[in-house]
């Protein structure tokens, strides 16, 4: 089974300017997760989908971050414009429907590693 | 809501000793713990999770927690270590919701080094 892919795996972008990053969750997830982990803290998330609607969005800076999940598969997070804080990595995790067990289980991937300059 | 404390922010020990890593908790509600491993440069991998029942639980590689509802702790162990054990453990727990909207708040981390 394939794992949450996400891409690209490092981009570094000077402030003021956008950047978006990709991912694909596992097939058959129905839940999408986007979290920010900066350097020397925990993941916090930005935003939930089910399937393409949004669950939780209460911690998504909503003036330069926007995310979207269309067909309920592929999900895009865009920064824009980018702020030197924004440096972090950003991680997309997966799960289940909510109606199927374990849901609780999130597989992340790799995650985007930015620098802003 | 949910939050968590993971007390101790690096952790050295030599290959073979034991070690534990801490982690407190806060909720008003019931919840589901987990800690998490997080390689350089990868994502997170499940080590194990507490949902209910037996308060000890066994995940990968060798791993332990035993969950302590009176202190609200969730600390992670292992007998012995291995160089390959270098790496950031994160504690998580997320409020038993009875099968919707599973949000995970994690712990600061801990960054295990394990010294030949």
């Known amino acids: 089974e394939a794992g949450v892919a996400q891409s690209p795996r490092y981009k570094i972008i000077e402030k003021r300017q956008s950047v978006a990053f990709w991912c694909n969750p596992i097939?058959?997830?129905?839940?999408l997760y986007w979290y920010q982990q900066i350097l020397g803290q925990g993941p916090k998330l930005l935003i939930q989908f089910q399937n393409n609607g949004v669950v939780d969005d209460s911690q998504l800076p909503k003036d330069r971050f926007s995310a979207e999940r269309l067909k309920g598969v592929d999900s895009t997070l865009k920064i824009q414009p980018a702020k030197l804080e924004d440096s972090a990595v950003y991680l997309c995790a997966s799960s289940l429907d909510p109606g199927r067990r374990p849901s609780y289980e999130q597989y992340f991937g790799p995650g985007t590693r930015l620098t802003v300059t | 809501a949910q939050s968590v404390t993971q007390l101790d922010s690096q952790v050295p020990v030599f290959e073979e000793a034991p070690v534990e890593l801490r982690c407190n908790y806060s909720?008003?509600?019931?919840?589901?713990l987990f800690w998490y491993v997080q390689y350089p440069n990868q994502g997170l991998q499940l080590l194990l999770k507490?949902?209910?029942?037996?308060?000890l639980v066994k995940g990968i590689n060798g791993f332990e927690a035993e969950f302590n509802k009176s202190q609200t702790s969730f600390h992670l162990r292992k007998p012995s270590v291995h160089i390959s054990d270098t790496a950031e453990y994160f504690c998580?727990?997320?409020?038993?919701?009875?099968?919707?909207?599973?949000?995970?708040?994690f712990g600061k981390g801990t960054l295990l080094t394990v010294n030949p």
């Open positions: 909720s008003s509600v019931s919840v589901y």
């Open positions: 097939s058959g997830h129905a839940t």
């Open positions: 507490y949902l209910s029942g037996s308060t």
């Open positions: 998580a727990v997320t409020r038993n919701s009875g099968g919707s909207n599973y949000k995970l708040t």
